[in-house]
Nanobody
Framework: QVQLAESGGDSVQAGGSLRHSCADS????????MAWFRQAPGKEREGVAG???????SYADSVKGRFTISQDNAKDTLYLQMNTLKPEDTAMYYC????????????????????WGQGTQVTVSS
């Protein structure tokens, strides 16, 4: 049974940093396409950062240069390091995984993902 367990949400001031973790089980981590999504109240879920089947990371323009996605295959854990946080980064953040082959911007399609974490809240105050 595939499970994704997230941690790392918090409330911070603008300019601060947070690191999300997503511990997964039930599948071979390195063979899956994985990503981080976020959803703010009243807005659609959007892809933030993803690691494609080629293990190349992709980022939404809004977070490029500030967020870094990485994975530790030995620990079956996906990370999202978020630096220089802005109030507009406030949202519920979710990790997601799929066995489907995906590359580049394909990692940002919510419908491509089968497995989702429970979500963790990030609140950035100005």
């Amino acid at each position: 049974q595939v499970q994704l367990a997230e941690s790392g949400g918090d409330s911070v001031q603008a300019g601060g940093s947070l690191r999300h973790s997503c511990a997964d089980s039930g599948f071979t981590h390195s063979t899956y396409c994985m990503a981080w999504f976020r959803q703010a109240p009243g807005k659609e879920r959007e892809g933030v950062a993803g690691i494609g089947s080629d293990e190349v990371p992709s980022y939404a323009d809004s977070v490029k240069g500030r967020f870094t996605i990485s994975q530790d295959n030995a620990k079956d854990t996906l990370y999202l390091q978020m630096n220089t946080l802005k109030p507009e980064d406030t949202a519920m953040y979710y990790c997601a995984a799929t066995a489907r082959w995906c590359l580049g911007s394909e990692t940002f399609v919510p419908g491509a993902y089968v497995y989702w974490g429970q979500g963790t809240q990030v609140t950035v105050s100005s």
